[in-house]
């Protein structure tokens, strides 16, 4: 698996993006994907059958927009395939996407979501020479969506951007008191905007934090306590909704491999490879 990351011009405030090549073709890659907090589009650059993204009894084909908590997802690809994943921090989506509906617990096709623009992005992507020019393709496109839309409360993204800061662990009160908001008015605000509670987000953001330090070899009790959880049963608990598995499980998959290749300088979100395709590896580069 070939990684391609952009170069610093062409990035954007609350959005990262990544290219993803399978150089061998494969009979059948399966992959469980685990939310985490960041809404994430995949432009499915393949050719052929593409990626079919499997929750919940329901499922989508092609490019998609996957949203905070979308439950237990998988992506099934048959062949080469090529695609670009995008995570929208919730600000950056809200902004963008517009309904809070999409940002939380939804699979839905990116058409569904973008109308014609869908197809007329696909096209212009797939057309491009080189993995730089898709990535100045995206931000240009993404650039212009952001410009057309209402920005989110000031407050609301301020709030969001402590949640990340404080790694999931400032209380809701010490947040609406920094913002001079009523608990109640945070809690509805940031909710409406961002179709997650205050809570929820501090919850998946101390998820990510402590996943990552499992998967860096630390033992679950330092990393429970790293991350502010009651103790490690607490951990154990969160580590199993979030994932399904372990964090014995978490800290041996081989997903951070790819995961740190594709998004070596970005804040904690975005739904990650689990585990690595057999063999894969990631190289970083450009174009």
Do not use: C, N
């Amino acid at each position: 698996m070939d990684v391609a990351v952009p170069r610093p011009s062409a990035r954007l405030p609350g959005i990262s993006m990544a290219g993803f090549s399978q150089r061998v073709a494969a009979p059948r890659v399966d992959i469980a994907m685990v939310a985490h907090p960041a809404v994430t589009l995949l432009i499915d650059l393949s050719e052929g059958e593409g990626v079919v993204y499997h929750t919940d009894g329901r499922h989508e084909r092609g490019s998609v927009v996957i949203g905070l908590l979308p439950g237990d997802l998988r992506a099934t690809s048959r062949g080469v395939g090529r695609f670009l994943q995008i995570r929208l921090e919730p600000v950056a989506a809200a902004a963008m996407l517009g309904a809070s509906a999409e940002l939380s617990g939804t699979l839905a096709g990116l058409e569904a979501v973008w109308g014609r623009d869908a197809g007329r992005a696909e096209d212009r992507l797939r057309a491009a020479a080189s993995w730089d020019e898709r990535f100045a393709i995206a931000a240009e496109i993404l650039g212009r969506r952001l410009a057309a839309r209402r920005p989110i409360d000031p407050e609301v993204a301020r709030t969001w951007r402590r949640t990340l800061v404080s790694r999931g662990r400032a209380r809701v009160d010490g947040l609406a008191a920094d913002v001079g908001w009523s608990r109640k008015r945070l809690w509805s605000r940031f909710r409406s905007q961002l179709g997650i509670t205050p809570k929820r987000a501090a919850r998946l953001v101390r998820f990510d934090h402590a996943a990552h330090l499992l998967a860096a070899g630390h033992p679950a009790s330092s990393v429970a306590t790293e991350s502010g959880y009651v103790d490690q049963s607490h951990l154990h608990r969160e580590v199993k909704t979030f994932t399904g598995l372990t964090p014995t499980v978490v800290a041996v998959a081989p997903w951070l491999a790819i995961d740190d290749v594709a998004w070596p300088d970005s804040t904690p979100g975005g739904l990650r490879m689990w585990p690595a395709p057999s063999g894969a590896s990631g190289t970083a580069r450009s174009g």
